[in-house]
T-cell receptor
Framework: KAGVTQTPRYLIKTRGQQVTLSCSPISGHRSVSWYQQTPGQGLQFLFEYFSETQRNKGNFPGRFSGRQFSNSRSEMNVSTLELGDSALYLC?????????????FGSGTQLSVL | GQQLNQSPQSMFIQEGEDVSMNCTSSSIFNTWLWYKQDPGEGPVLLIALYKAGELTSNGRLTAQFGTTRKDSFLNISASIPSDVGIYFCAGQHTGTASKLTFGTGTRLQVML
C-alpha cells in the first residue's frame, strides 16, 4: 500500500511569487491535513480537508489556502510568498480525521523563498 | 502556535545505552503519540497511547501516558545507530484527530 505522496520534494521561489504543493493520501484515506515545520516554530497545523471541504484551520494568514479533490488528493497554495514561509510543508492523511485515528505523514516539500 | 515542552532538547549517548525523554503540556490530551523524524523526511509514527496510565511497547521502545493526561514519556532501550533522529511527542483531542499539537522535539545522536 503506497504511503502519502507529496510533490515536488523541493521548491525554490522568490518573494512575492505564489506556490502550489500537492499531496496524494493513502488509498482509502479521506482526510488530508497540512503542517508547516520550521526550526523556530516547529510543527504547526495549517488546515484539514475532508470530503472536499475545509474542516479545521490553524492560525495562519489567508495567504495560505488549500483544496481537496473528489479523489481526496489535496493541494496547498501560498500566495505572495515571504521569506518566513521557507519551511518543510508536510501532508498527513487518515481515514476520517476524527476519533482517535493515527495520522500518516508524507516526506514533505521543502520550500525555500529567496 | 502552541508547542508541547519536550526534554531533553538533545542528547548524545553511547550505543547500547538506554534513553529517556519526556513531554509536558499545560492542557489535557485524550491521546499521546510519539513520532520519529529523519532528516528531510516526514515524521513516522512509533507509538500511540489512548488511556491515562497506559504503558505501551513497540520493540525496544516503551511509552507511557501520564496519569495527569498532561504528560508522556518515551524510553528507548539498548540504543543502536539507526535510532539517530528527532523524536516528537504529539497530543491529540478526540474528534479532531487531524489537528495534532507537537512537542519541540528531542534530537538523539548515538556515539559508536
Amino acid at each position: 500500500k503506497a504511503g502519502v505522496t507529496q510533490t515536488p520534494r523541493y521548491l525554490i521561489k522568490t518573494r512575492g511569487q505564489q506556490v502550489t504543493l500537492s499531496c496524494s493520501p493513502i488509498s482509502g484515506h479521506r482526510s488530508v491535513s497540512w503542517y508547516q515545520q520550521t526550526p523556530g516554530q516547529g510543527l504547526q497545523f495549517l488546515f484539514e480537508y475532508f470530503s472536499e471541504t475545509q474542516r479545521n484551520k490553524g492560525n495562519f494568514p489567508g495567504r495560505f489556502s488549500g483544496r481537496q479533490f473528489s479523489n481526496s488528493r489535496s493541494e496547498m497554495n501560498v500566495s505572495t510568498l515571504e521569506l518566513g514561509d521557507s519551511a518543510l510543508y508536510l501532508c498527513a492523511s487518515s481515514r476520517t480525521g476524527q476519533g482517535i485515528e493515527k495520522l500518516f505523514f508524507g516526506s514533505g516539500t521543502q520550500l525555500s523563498v529567496l | 502556535g502552541q508547542q508541547l515542552n519536550q526534554s531533553p532538547q538533545s542528547m548524545f549517548i553511547q550505543e547500547g545505552e538506554d534513553v529517556s525523554m519526556n513531554c509536558t503540556s499545560s492542557s489535557i490530551f485524550n491521546t499521546w503519540l510519539w513520532y520519529k523524524q529523519d532528516p528531510g523526511e516526514g515524521p513516522v509514527l512509533l507509538i500511540a497511547l489512548y488511556k491515562a496510565g497506559e504503558l505501551t511497547s513497540n520493540g525496544r521502545l516503551t511509552a507511557q501516558f501520564g496519569t495527569t493526561r498532561k504528560d508522556s514519556f518515551l524510553n528507548i532501550s539498548a540504543s543502536i545507530p539507526s535510532d539517530v533522529g528527532i523524536y516528537f511527542c504529539a497530543g491529540q483531542h478526540t474528534g479532531t484527530a487531524s489537528k495534532l499539537t507537537f512537542g519541540t522535539g528531542t534530537r538523539l545522536q548515538v556515539m559508536l
